[in-house]
């Protein structure tokens, strides 16, 4: 089942589809949503970017904060943040490293998986070799961390899965007709798939707040009939030049500009979603114990 997290509502939609196996789903609290993928329907969406802020945000609010690459092919979380890996999650597909040997150190003390670049192997997981590699790095999040997943763009097998084992789906657009069609797309292919709650839409390099709220009218127009939802906006990203230079610094935007106009919009996304992490005695929590719960998601 899918639940509608908009605000103030607490709306089931049954799915139908191929359902995921109960022990792939990476949480990391009894029931609290503190793992985190972002998806997109194309490349060059900004996802990665987005990923390696949020996390540097996060941590700088307390968090402990571990970033996966799950770009397994195109893997490139780890430059965005300056770092420079010498083994990745190829080396520990392959039994040569443990993930916990390949673990870099990022900026305000962010923990990152990285993925390898240019490796068809990882970029053609299947799901026997996707479930491996989940399970590895399960083991390594301890509790209390929040785990952000950087996926990989498009609807490749792999990547719906790693989204799939999320506890929260940020589906990232931008207002470009094809990357609205793209994203669509996405939403109508996670919505095959059983997921603890309805993906919501983050909208990247948005002009105005009303441009990003006319983007989700639109996704709304072309894909809400067949979803039997509608997606929420749950962030916004305002377009900043900002952003460019810190992909050629290789530094995070929140930390050379906190007041640029994306920051504040990373910054802003972030507090919402720890905001909205329910704390234990939340009905939510007592709803996700429930064996009945565990056993109509499995059904």
Sequence with gaps: MIRNASSGQSTVHRVTGPGADPDLRLQVRDGQPLSIAIVSGKGGAGKSSLVANLGVAMAEMGQRVLLLDGDWGLGNVDLLLGLNA????????????RPAEIVLRGPAGVRVLPGASGSEELAN???????TLLRSVHALVERGDLLLIDTGPGLLRASLRL?????????????????????????RALAGRRLARAPRLVVNRARTAAEARAITRRVHRWSGPKLGYAPELVGVIPNDETVTRSIWEQRPFVLIDPEAPASRGVRA?????????????????????????????AA
């Design 125 to 131: 997981l299947d799901d026997f070799r996707c479930e």
């Design 163 to 187: 989204a799939q084992a999320a506890d929260e789906i940020l589906v990232l657009t931008t207002p470009e007709p094809t990357a609205c069609a793209d994203t669509c797309a996405v939403l």
């Design 269 to 297: 996304l972030a507090q919402r979603l720890l905001s909205e992490a329910p704390s234990p005695e939340a009905p939510e929590l007592r709803a996700a114990r429930d064996p009945r719960d565990v056993a109509a998601r």
């Design 86 to 97: 010498h083994h990745t999650l190829h080396d520990v597909l392959r039994g040569q490293r």
